[in-house]
């Protein structure tokens, strides 16, 4: 009998401790608008800095055709009960990627870490989809135009000014018309990226830099 009553008080404090918890609001950074990403229970706001959100383009511009680009945001500042957060990353579906590879056709792959004028380090996976089959000379050439392209890119603008470019397609669209001129392609895709250092400004005025993940280095 009293372990039935100690297992019932129990449950019950469990459930006193989730009724404890608020609800903290959750918005995606200004260059997505600052839309609402839902909600998160904490006992304090503290608790819910670092934590990671999952939406889809789609969910921020309400444009159907992009219901296949996944964006990952991070929580990192609070105003109030208001949670604000950074772009994390993002990656296309495996069935939208699925959906592009065709027989007889080349499909190349780049993987390219960069830093942004302003000190962000990303980790960026281009992706390039041939008319029909190439030679391996021709992938290395159009794998090099991948680099300078995205490096380019990347080297000129700011953190905020590279992610629109690379998620709205401008960047993918500047590789497609470099790379087409060594051989006719169907489609170029940024397939995926990573946030792998944030610059930090401390009271100091003096920029250092964060890991995000102390494995990102490494991670593919």
Known sequence: ?????????????????????????????????????????????????GRKVETTLYDLTGDFSTVYVH?????????GDRLFTQFAGHELSRDYIRSLVRRKSSKINKVIDITTKDGYTLRIKTLALTAYRIHRDQATVIRKIMEDVVK??????TFDEFIQEMIFGNLANNIFNEAKKIAPLRKAEIEKSKVLLVPL???????????????AASSG
């Open 1 to 49: 009998m009293s372990s039935r009553s100690s297992g019932k008080s129990g449950t019950g404090q469990i459930k006193d401790k989730w009724r404890m918890k608020k609800w903290f609001s959750i918005y995606s950074p200004k260059i997505f608008g600052e839309v609402s990403l839902g909600s998160t229970p904490a006992f304090e706001v503290s608790q819910a800095i």
């Open 71 to 79: 964006i990952y945001f991070k929580i990192y500042r609070n105003e």
């Open 152 to 157: 380019k890119s990347a080297e000129g603008k």
């Open 201 to 215: 400004i401390k009271e100091s005025e003096k920029e250092v830099t964060q890991t995000v993940e102390s494995s």
